[in-house]
């Protein structure tokens, strides 16, 4: 499996090549086609290498191309917790009928339980899993790779942690992260970190009692 992270605006978009097929996680604003073909060239991807895309949640700046790559040969993989909320952008890009936003059809996508998840990850040749972590929206997903990388979206980081005195649904997302022991985290908006082993454990927690 290979991990290649795509640069062509302000929010990350990972793809990942697996054997059986390759997974694109999260996309930018609608309007940015041009400069993602221009990212897929650059990182020799081709278009017909994305069998499956999906959102770590569905806000207008992760899902803007989503319905231009389904109309192109990829399957939208919609988890059971984004049923529902997928046209959430909608309105918000019929604001600016430039941008020529295609709506998703959810019709066509994968539906796909977060249990079943390591199972259809492993049918691409992709050893991970996605769970929810709904702190940042009802919606929100991550997808935790067996390598240590972890895609968390806009999920705050763990540093912000400190900050709160309590926000219980952000610790039990992190809790669900960090119970996978990444090595790295991938943020959509604020970079990546690398956690050494100490660092895999909640502000506050003995290590290991996750």
């Known amino acids: 499996m290979e991990l290649i992270r795509l640069r062509y605006g302000n929010t ?9 097929g390759g997974l694109l996680v999260d996309t930018d604003m609608a309007g ?8 897929l060239k650059a990182n020799g991807v081709g278009m017909k290498e994305i069998s499956f895309v999906m959102a ?9 191309l989503i319905g231009e790559l389904t109309l192109r040969g990829a399957t939208l993989l919609l988890l059971e917790s984004q ?14 009928p430039r ?41 929100s997903v ?17 540093s912000y942690l400190a900050a709160y005195e309590e926000n219980p649904k952000l610790e039990k997302d992190w809790e669900t992260v960090l119970a996978r022991r990444p ?7 604020a970079g990546e970190e690398t956690l050494s082993g100490s660092e895999r454990d909640l502000p506050g927690r003995k290590p290991g009692a996750l």
């Open 83 to 96: 049923v529902g909320l997928v046209h959430f952008p909608d309105r918000i890009f019929a604001r600016d």
């Open 183 to 189: 090595r790295r985290i991938f943020y959509a908006h």
């Open 99 to 139: 941008l020529a936003y295609k709506p998703v059809d959810e019709k066509k996508a994968k539906l796909l339980s977060f249990r079943e998840s390591r199972a259809f990850l492993s049918s691409l040749g992709i050893a991970g899993e996605i769970v929810p972590t709904p702190s940042h929206s009802e919606d």
């Open 142 to 158: 991550s997808l935790i790779l067996d390598t240590g990388e972890a895609l968390v979206g806009d999920l705050e980081p763990l």
């Open 56 to 64: 770590t949640h569905f806000h207008p700046d992760h899902v803007g």
């Open 12 to 20: 990350g978009t990972f793809f990942l090549r697996g054997e059986g």
């Open 32 to 39: 940015t086609l041009p400069a993602f073909y221009r990212a």
